[in-house]
């Protein structure tokens, strides 16, 4: 169906004149800076994914860095935790309790002797029999605090201070993974499909936080809305397929009612008489595939027919 109206034409009593409206994307970076790079021009297509724009991140790129960096220093202190004692100072506490047992043997051969001196009548003394006995003793306790030394050394941190650096790792990639987010923020993808509608900031221009830098139109975002009447508004249905007509484009465009306004756009200020119901209208909303939503253009007039619709 192609339909052709001048300005002093009326519309056939079965079309309801409408435009096509469309939601825009407005594309912006959480951070302010310089714009370092604007990727695409106005008027162009774009797909998911591609670059659109590029703010300076000297500073975000600076903290990201020393984010990792501290990050790979608490992930060092676990490890050294976990270890224990370097193998060097494990050696010489290995080195220092065998020192202390082979004392410790002559200590317990001189104890003998020195005991069995003692019963030959007038061989020894008493008091070197105490002083080999008193040798003896402190040599024992020399190995057996080398040996818990060497234990200690050979466990590592205690539980309580490995779990601390456990939490300070987890610390430090939380805030790395924060650094990164704000470094990627300065740097934004095309999030859908579409049309580049505006760009508002040349390069080289300071970009406010949060002020949109580029301006999408994807197909699935454009629409047409009609108004009707209260009379017709029965006969119509969420999911109603439509026709719709746009001038110069013959044939018609297949539609389907997306949204149906709950309360009037216009009302009068008088309770409803019978003649001014017939001034109530309601919005509907009509969506199309996106190959069909392609062609079509914000602010383009268009006449509608609603199929079964009086």
């Known amino acids: 169906m192609f339909s052709v109206q001048t300005g002093c034409d009326k519309a056939p009593v079965d079309l309801v004149q409408g435009y096509v409206e469309g939601e825009y994307v407005y594309v912006a970076s959480p951070y302010g800076g310089a714009l370092a790079t604007l990727s695409v021009r106005r008027g162009t297509e774009v797909t998911a994914g591609d670059a659109l724009f590029a703010l300076e991140h000297i500073s975000e790129k600076a903290a990201r860095d020393e984010a990792e960096r501290k990050l790979s220093q608490a992930r060092a202190n676990l490890e050294d935790r976990r270890k224990g004692k370097r193998p060097s100072e494990i050696a010489s506490l290995r080195a220092q309790l065998q020192q202390a047992q082979a004392a410790l043997q002559l200590s317990l051969r001189e104890v ?50 490995v779990t601390a650096a456990e939490a300070e790792v987890r610390a430090k990639e939380a805030a790395l993974a924060k650094a990164e987010w704000d470094l990627a923020q300065k740097r934004q993808l095309a999030p859908k499909t579409g049309l580049v509608f505006d760009t508002l900031y040349r390069e080289g221009e300071w970009v406010p936080a949060g002020r949109p830098v580029v301006v999408l139109l994807p197909p699935d975002h454009i629409k ?87």
Not at 121 to 144: F, I, K, W
Not at 225 to 245: H, Y
């Open 112 to 161: 003998a002797r020195q005991e069995g001196l003692a019963a030959v009548p007038g061989a020894a003394v008493e008091v070197e029999v105490d002083r080999a006995r008193s040798a003896r003793d402190q040599n024992q306790q020399r190995v057996s605090q080398l040996e818990a030394d060497l234990n200690t050394a050979l466990l590592g941190s205690r539980t309580d201070q």
């Open 224 to 310: 047409v809305r009609v108004f009707v009447s209260q009379l017709r508004l029965g006969a119509i249905r969420l999911g109603d397929a439509v026709q719709v007509m746009v001038d110069g484009v013959q044939g018609s465009l297949p539609g389907t009612v997306s949204y149906i306004s709950p309360k009037a756009e216009y009302t009068p200020p008088m309770l409803y008489s019978q003649g001014s119901r017939d001034k109530l209208v309601f919005m509907v909303e009509v969506l199309f595939e996106q190959v069909v939503a392609m062609n079509l253009h914000p602010g383009q007039p268009v006449d509608v027919r609603f199929n079964g619709a009086p």
